[in-house]
């Protein structure tokens, strides 16, 4: 994944909290990290306004590849991008990076397969045409 195809940035502050007794990010924290990246994405993207009680959003699966530790105090950034845009589901992707020597410095990448969810009905829905075209417009894409 090319850093350059990241529209969207989530900056990060590592809490204490955050690290294990090998002092750095417990690979559990990532997910958070993604998840924090994730709703900044969907709220400046496209400023959805609905009620996640009756439809939103879940995710379905998330892949993690972990290339350098995270410690506590790193300058931590969170790139998002949606790289497929299905009719239920749609991928995300994450670079994690932090700033080092002025340098952005990749620690891990990510993806997460995320579905759209009707609460109240128990299941998947198609992604509402309003999302999509926020995405699309955000992304500067046609289709993906």
Same mark, same amino acid.
């Given at each position: =994944?090319?850093?350059?195809? !990241? @529209? %969207?940035?989530?900056? $990060?502050? +590592?809490?204490?909290?955050?690290?294990?007794?090998?002092? %750095? +990010?417990?690979?559990?924290?990532?997910?958070?990290?993604?998840? =924090?990246?994730?709703?900044?994405? #969907?709220?400046?993207?496209?400023?959805?306004? *609905?009620?996640?009680? @009756?439809?939103? $959003? $879940? /995710?379905? @699966?998330?892949?993690?590849? #972990?290339? &350098?530790? &995270?410690?506590? @105090?790193?300058?931590?950034?969170? *790139?998002?991008?949606?790289?497929?845009?299905?009719?239920?589901? #749609?991928?995300?992707? *994450?670079?994690?990076?932090? =700033?080092?020597?002025?340098?952005?410095?990749? =620690?891990?990448?990510?993806?997460? /397969?995320? /579905?759209? #969810?009707? *609460?109240?009905?128990?299941?998947?829905?198609?992604?509402?045409?309003?999302?999509?075209?926020? $995405?699309?417009? !955000?992304?500067?894409?046609?289709?993906?």
């Amino acid at each position: =994944m090319e850093i350059n195809l !990241f @529209k %969207h940035k989530t900056n $990060i502050e +590592v809490r204490f909290v955050d690290i294990d007794a090998f002092g %750095h +990010v417990n690979n559990a924290t990532y997910l958070t990290y993604l998840e =924090m990246a994730r709703v900044n994405y #969907f709220d400046e993207v496209a400023d959805w306004q *609905y009620n996640w009680s @009756k439809q939103g $959003i $879940i /995710v379905a @699966k998330a892949e993690i590849d #972990f290339i &350098i530790p &995270i410690k506590f @105090k790193d300058e931590v950034i969170v *790139y998002t991008r949606c790289s497929r845009l299905g009719n239920k589901s #749609f991928d995300l992707e *994450y670079r994690i990076v932090k =700033m080092f020597k002025g340098q952005e410095q990749l =620690m891990a990448d990510g993806v997460t /397969v995320v /579905v759209a #969810f009707d *609460y109240d009905a128990k299941k998947s829905i198609d992604i509402p045409l309003e999302w999509k075209a926020a $995405i699309l417009k !955000f992304e500067g894409v046609a289709t993906l």
